[in-house]
């Protein structure tokens, strides 16, 4: 097996392979009952799907549903990559850093 590319140095086909590649073997662990291997695949897929985004369409102030998290929101403060850096509404106030595929576009909450 060759040496692993950097998802930012990816091509935007390679990147789709990738994430349908990761998408699979997860759904293999999750049937085999290996849950811990099942969770990291499928961080490293949301990871993949933030580099096919254009963090350019994510903006500082506003507010942003969470993926698979109905009634969770992220409010960004900053961008750092693919990285959105802020706080979940609702929340510890904690500052934390979500991939931009974790937030959705569309269907922005309110504080």
């Known amino acids: 097996m060759s040496a692993e590319k ?12 990738e994430i349908a590649a990761l998408k699979e073997k997860a759904r293999k662990a999750e049937q ?3 849950l811990n291997e099942f969770a990291v695949l499928e961080r490293k897929a949301i990871m993949a799907q933030s580099y096919l985004l254009d963090p350019k369409q994510f ?9 698979n998290d109905p ?3 992220f ?14 509404l ?3 106030k ?3 850093a979500l991939p931009i595929s974790m937030l959705e576009l569309s269907g922005k909450g309110g504080e």
Not at 59 to 67: D, L
Not at 80 to 88: D, E, I, T
């Open 75 to 88: 409010k960004i403060d900053y961008l750092n990559g693919v990285f959105a850096w802020g706080y979940r």
């Open 6 to 17: 950097r998802y930012s140095t990816m091509s935007e086909h390679e990147l789709q392979q």
């Open 59 to 67: 903006k500082a102030g506003e507010v942003y549903a969470i993926h």
């Open 71 to 73: 009634g969770s929101y």
């Open 94 to 96: 904690q500052l934390e």
């Open 32 to 34: 085999l009952g290996i």
């Open 90 to 92: 609702k929340g510890e």
